[in-house]
């Protein structure tokens, strides 16, 4: 294993160790939630995630990601990770992430040519490895399942 791949487990564990975002949290009364539950039967993997969205329209941000889940370490690490990535953005930034990580998901471990998107990623990029298992994909892209779900939900992208 390389000093890179290495690397990117340590993330993996660390994340799945100290979940960032787990345990629902109430938003506030102003604020725009949604929520969604997502099940990958394949690994057992499951998750219950809620939005938090400050604004509305062109300038509407995550303010806030909490999620209740179980399942494999690559399934809750995602969902931490992700949680982390997408906090504090726009709705047109998150959307990109998104789109970003499922190129990366589809590289069969190769990661991406485009050095900007992979930073863009940070701890996301950590997953590479696990594009290369077409089992283990469908757990690192359970939360952004349940994100996406949950912004619909919102009502936000309307
Ligand atoms: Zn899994």
């Known amino acids: 294993m390389s000093s890179l791949e290495q690397m990117y ?7 799945a160790k100290r979940p960032h ?19 990958n039967p394949t690994c057992g993997d499951e998750i219950t995630l809620r939005v938090d969205i400050q604004g509305d329209g062109a300038g509407a941000t995550v303010a806030g990601v909490s999620w209740e889940g179980q399942g494999c370490s690559i399934s809750q690490a995602s969902a ?4 982390e990535l997408v906090t504090g953005h726009d709705l047109a930034d998150v959307a990109r992430l998104d789109a970003v990580f499922h190129d990366l998901m589809a590289s069969r471990g ?7 998107a992979l ?12 594009s290369q298992y077409p089992a283990r994909i469908k757990c690192a892209l359970l939360g ?9 939900r919102s009502g936000a992208l309307s």
């Open 110 to 116: 190769k990661g991406l040519d485009d050095e900007d």
């Open 119 to 130: 930073d863009a990623l940070g701890d996301a990029s950590a997953f590479t490895g696990v």
């Open 9 to 15: 487990q340590q993330v993996i564990l660390d994340h």
């Open 144 to 152: 952004w399942a349940a994100l996406k779900d949950s912004l619909a």
């Open 80 to 83: 931490s990770v992700m949680t």
């Open 21 to 39: 975002g787990r345990g629902l949290v109430d938003a506030p009364g102003d604020h725009r939630t949604g929520e969604s539950h997502q099940v």
